[in-house]
T-cell receptor, first 113, second 111 residues
Framework: DAGVIQSPRHEVTEMGQEVTLRCKPISGHDYLFWYRQTMMRGLELLIYFNNNVPIDDSGMPEDRFSAKMPNASFSTLKIQPSEPRDSAVYFC???????????FGSGTQLSVL | DAKTTQPNSMESNEEEPVHLPCNHSTISGTDYIHWYRQLPSQGPEYVIHGLTSNVNNRMASLAIAEDRKSSTLILHRATLRDAAVYYCILRWNTGFQKLVFGTGTRLLVSP
């Protein structure tokens, strides 16, 4: 298996633009997670899905952030409009079942100028 | 969430054993001890986890104190590739619980 696949690897955009990050989880995994990592706050869980349904989005910083999982093999994290403080590395992860270990993607390095 | 305490950084020489400590004095009976590590420019990766007994796998060993208030991740022979941030995390194994990352220990490995 190729593991969790994220795209793009790097994204540079200007303030106010819409940004869409993409994730393909490992096939057969029922849980998908979006994390954000910054120097100041470390790794933070933004939202997670179970069987394509959002379960907990309490970590989403504000309404500018939205996440969807239209099917079992694809998820998006969208920021609209983007701001410089959104600059971070965004990780997607998936796991097979409750309590199982998480497999992380390589992340998307987002820079908002 | 039960908290863990880890040193900010540790240093080791290549091919020497490394013992990474973690304190978790408020651990509950249902908490498993998980370790993840994050290599530079990569996402975190699972290392090992355990409940009460010591655990071994191809990557590392996990030694858990008898009172479970502390644990130690053991890398038997450090390599340069083991230089990473190591996270000690407490997690239930039934029902869903968020995997909450602390600040971890940055391991530096010298040739």
């Amino acid at each position: 298996d190729a593991g969790v696949i994220q795209s793009p690897r790097h994204e540079v955009t200007e303030m106010g633009q819409e940004v869409t990050l993409r994730c393909k989880p490992i096939s057969g995994h029922d849980y998908l997670f979006w994390y954000r990592q910054t120097m100041m706050r470390g790794l933070e869980l933004l939202i997670y899905f179970n069987n394509n349904v959002p379960i907990d989005d309490s970590g989403m910083p504000e309404d500018r952030f939205s996440a969807k999982m239209p099917n079992a093999s694809f998820s998006t994290l969208k920021i609209q409009p983007s701001e410089p403080r959104d600059s971070a590395v965004y990780f997607c992860a998936s796991s097979l079942e409750v309590g199982e270990k998480l497999f992380f993607g390589s992340g998307t390095q987002l820079s908002v100028l | 969430d039960a908290k863990t305490t880890q040193p900010n950084s540790m240093e080791s020489n290549e091919e020497e054993p490394v013992h990474l400590p973690c304190n978790h004095s408020t651990i509950s009976g249902t908490d498993y001890i998980h370790w993840y590590r994050q290599l530079p420019s990569q996402g975190p990766e699972y290392v090992i986890h355990g409940l009460t007994s010591n655990v071994n796998n191809r990557m590392a060993s996990l030694a858990i104190a008898e009172d479970r208030k502390s644990s130690t991740l053991i890398l038997h022979r450090a390599t340069l590739r083991d230089a990473a941030v190591y996270y000690c995390i407490l997690r239930w194994n039934t029902g869903f619980q968020k995997l909450v990352f602390g600040t971890g220990t940055r391991l530096l490995v010298s040739p």
